[in-house]
């Protein structure tokens, strides 16, 4: 009985000790997703604003561009799948690979190749442990993003979009990230980010009683759209990566709550066992004395 009262009181010991260490996760990621919240209410409005431009001049041109007009029979097209290089977040990285699988399947279905490019561990160790092909990955800076890892990010992009498909490059390009709706809520979206859908836009800003401003393109609308066409592209993986940060601080904190409750429940349990079992030696203990003792009385009648 002894032996199993250790045991009991090693598990508890080893069990308070993770519930510290998940409790301490809990907060740090409760303290960095206030930061990341206020990262994505700064950084979409620059993004809107681009995009409100962007929708000007196509709107204002008849102008062909990458950034603006859509090919007739697209063949192939680029997929920016954004995961997270941590574990512990509960199904944060499992849902966003399964929407880019999504993405992915409906898009060969239209009969397009896919080209995917991942920022994040967990999407690339996945990829690799199924030997499918990446593009290219990023790693390192999921969980606290800045605008020169969007830049790096987007360069590849940019270039596959601005080639010819049939020396590699692509017409056109997808994101899949986790966007951030409440500390309990986070999904993960599938957007379309070129060629940009004019005709959406337009209603977008119409239903919200918007009116286009009138422009006039120096030196031409096109050099206009080449000059933001980076920035556009970079402004929306920004507000991406800052939007799953968010999300994965979340859904890290929600897990690592979880984790400390459980543990909580089960040290509970744990105790009440031990209890019962140190209860269960002390009764036996005293069984024991008091047999002894009935035994040396008897012997000691037996005697007289």
């Known amino acids: ?32 997703i206030v930061k990341a919240q206020r990262k994505v209410a700064a950084s979409t409005p620059y993004a809107t604003e681009l995009t409100r431009a962007v929708t000007a001049v196509a709107t204002g041109s008849n102008t062909t561009h990458p950034l603006t007009t859509e090919k007739d029979n697209p063949a192939r097209a680029a997929v920016l799948l954004l995961t997270s290089d941590r574990g512990l977040a509960g199904g944060y990285s499992a849902n966003a690979i399964k929407a880019a699988d999504q993405l992915s399947e409906r898009l060969r279905g239209e009969g397009k190749e896919v080209d995917t490019y991942i920022v994040g561990r967990k999407g690339v160790a996945y990829y690799g442990f199924r030997e499918r092909k990446i593009a290219d990955s990023w790693t390192g800076f999921t969980d606290r993003p800045d605008y020169a890892d969007a830049k790096r990010v987007a360069a590849p992009l940019i270039e596959a979009v601005v080639k010819d498909t049939a020396e590699g490059g692509v017409d056109e390009l997808h994101i899949v990230f986790t ?7 986070q999904t993960p979206v599938q957007n379309r980010m070129l060629p940009l859908s004019i005709d959406e836009k337009a209603e977008e800003s119409g239903s919200k009683g918007e009116i286009l401003p009138l422009f006039e393109f120096e030196p031409s609308a096109e050099d206009v759209l080449d000059a933001l066409l980076p920035r556009y592209v970079e402004s929306r993986i920004y507000n991406a990566l800052l939007q799953a940060a968010a999300s994965e601080h979340a859904a890290r904190r929600r897990a690592m709550k979880s984790a400390t409750d459980n543990a909580g429940e089960l040290v509970n349990d744990l105790s009440r066992l031990a209890n019962a079992a140190r209860q269960a030696e002390i009764t036996q203990e005293i069984s024991e004395i008091v047999g002894g003792s009935a035994a040396l009385a008897d012997a000691a009648g037996s005697d007289r």
Not at 8 to 13: A, N, T, V
Request: without cysteine.
């Open 1 to 32: 009985m002894g032996a199993q009262l250790r045991v009991y009181k090693r598990r508890i010991k080893s069990i308070t000790a993770t519930k510290k260490i998940t409790k301490a996760m809990e907060m740090i990621s409760a303290s960095r």
């Open 179 to 185: 966007e951030f709706v409440s500390m309990m809520t």
